[in-house]
């Protein structure tokens, strides 16, 4: 902010330099050692006069320049307060209100943010108890298909066993008829 102090303060004080100068240039050979005084005293007052301007216009500017650098850092809270009245004073009240529309802004996006969140997590905790209901039907399925395999393997555990007592009963009337045939045989021969 020093260039800004200073290129408003060196054109105030090259002026007055030079407004001293042509004083000193017209009445130099008639002018007498007050007048020198005099032209010193201008001189360091048109000095100060330029760095007090160039300050106080630098000022309000530099307040706004930090303000917009911590905007832009993200504290969206700053705010610049000038007491001057004119137009770097309206160049605030307009930095302020678009300070004011950013955080608003911010604001209802986090809100936004927090309701998705919200409705997120409820649309998930749903899904999340649709998917157990639906692991808990596969499980009891799952369980009863395993008792109907387990019957069907006793069924055919029953049918097999079955199969091999009509083999054994085909087997042991085979064995009857014989003895039969035979015992009618040595009947007809006695």
Known sequence: MAKLTSKIAIPIILAGIFAIIALVAVGFEQAEPTFYV?????????????LAVGQNLSSPIRKLLDR????SRGNLSSRVYLETKDELAELAKVFNQIA?????SHLQEENTEKSVGIKVKARTKELEETIDALEQKI???????????EESNKLREDVRSKGEETAQFKKELG???QKISRYDKTKKEI
């Open 139 to 149: 499980k009891n399925r799952t369980i009863e298909l395993e008792r109907i395999i």
């Open 68 to 71: 917009a650098t911590e905007l």
């Open 175 to 177: 064995d009857f008829k």
């Open 100 to 104: 004011e529309e950013l955080e608003n």
């Open 38 to 50: 005099i032209i010193l005293f201008l001189t360091v007052f048109v000095f100060f006069f330029g």
